[in-house]
């Protein structure tokens, strides 16, 4: 009867040489359906973790931010259409979607050293929360929004003078982009004292 070790052994040989016991046909097919299982799998964990069940399952996000995005008309309006979370905060393309996936392990990494676990922890770093987000949204032309908000579909006629106007001029030209005229759309803006224009 064979030890563990030498049951190891044997099969590590088998690992570091498998065309040495497989044929190519097995060994591509095995692959090809390896490939397909991972593939699958990690676009589920993908689209899972791009919920907004997911998002407020943690009690930082859904006692903290959540609460204030109920009393938004990005939550509840005339039109029915709402935004989640994913929606503002999560690219749509693939790509975008992966780079943005990559950026939020350090807020995993803050959630298992309980960077913002108490209200207090919450407060205390709002506005740097909030400036980082600012910074993401300004660096990408304010993606997430125009998901939904378009210049070519915006009826500037119901819209009041001073918006028709910055939306028909500077953000069209691409001289500004949404977050820079509507922080605190979605959520409480932090204390803005010392910031230049507030």
Not at 6 to 17: P, T, V
Not at 53 to 70: A, G, P, T
Request: proline fraction near 2%; aromatic fraction near 12%; charged fraction near 25%.
């Amino acid at each position: 009867m064979k030890t563990l070790f030498a049951l190891l052994k044997e099969y590590w040989g088998i690992l570091c040489r498998p065309s040495v016991y497989f044929s190519l046909g097995f060994l591509t097919l095995g692959g090809f359906i390896a490939g397909i299982i991972f593939w699958g799998g990690f676009n589920t964990a993908l689209e899972l973790t791009n919920t907004e069940k997911f998002c407020v399952s943690c009690h930082e996000m859904r006692d903290n931010v959540f609460v204030e995005l109920k009393d938004t008309i990005h939550y509840s309006n005339r039109s029915g259409v709402r935004a989640s979370c994913p929606d503002c905060h999560v690219p749509h393309e693939w790509t975008h979607k992966i780079a943005r996936k990559m950026q939020a392990s350090k807020e995993v990494w803050g959630k298992i050293f309980g960077t913002i676990d108490t209200r207090d922890k919450f407060v205390a770093m709002r506005r740097e929360l909030a400036e980082h987000e600012w910074a993401r949204l300004k660096a990408n032309d304010s993606r997430e929004c125009r998901n939904c908000h378009n210049f070519e579909f915006m009826d500037f006629t119901r819209q009041s003078k001073r918006a028709a106007a910055m939306h028909s001029t500077s953000l069209a030209k691409g001289e500004a982009t949404c977050i820079d005229c509507h922080k605190g759309i979605a959520h409480k803006l932090p204390d803005m004292h010392g910031v230049k224009g507030w």
